[in-house]
């Protein structure tokens, strides 16, 4: 299993950027796609999920609204299009998959990928 992590970068306040995520080594159809992520010196924090065939979506409360979460999987890829970026978004975003709803901060989802940088200057 692979979850493969891109698009991150540092970016301006206000400013928009997309992460994208490949996905190999799973059935898709049974697993809900999670955006988690990491703020410099804390633990995980649960940003968003897609349930399979992208039918229903959760966000955190403080993107809601500025993120969305998208996911294709007939080309086993996922992205999140962040808009309005703060300097509070600043952290490593990870992809991850889990058969299970999982937005508590700290979960341990099934699979995570590497993740990739984010960072949101004032």
């Known amino acids: 299993v692979q979850l493969v992590e891109s698009g991150g970068g540092l970016v301006q306040a206000g400013k928009s950027l997309t992460l994208s995520c490949e996905i190999s080594g799973l059935n898709l159809n049974l697993y809900y796609l999670h955006w988690v992520r990491q703020p410099p010196g804390k633990g995980l924090e649960w940003v968003a999920s897609?349930?399979?065939?992208?039918?229903?979506?959760y966000y955190r409360d403080s993107v809601e609204g500025r993120f969305t979460f998208s996911r294709d999987d007939a080309k086993r890829t996922a992205s999140l299009r962040m808009t309005k970026l703060k300097s509070e978004d600043t952290a490593r975003y990870y992809c991850?998959?889990?058969?299970?709803?999982?937005?508590?901060?700290?979960?341990?989802?099934?699979?995570r990928g590497q993740g990739t940088q984010v960072t949101v200057s004032a």
């Open positions: 897609l349930s399979s065939g992208g039918t229903f979506d």
């Open positions: 991850a998959a889990d058969r299970d709803l999982r937005t508590d901060d700290n979960s341990r989802w099934q699979y």
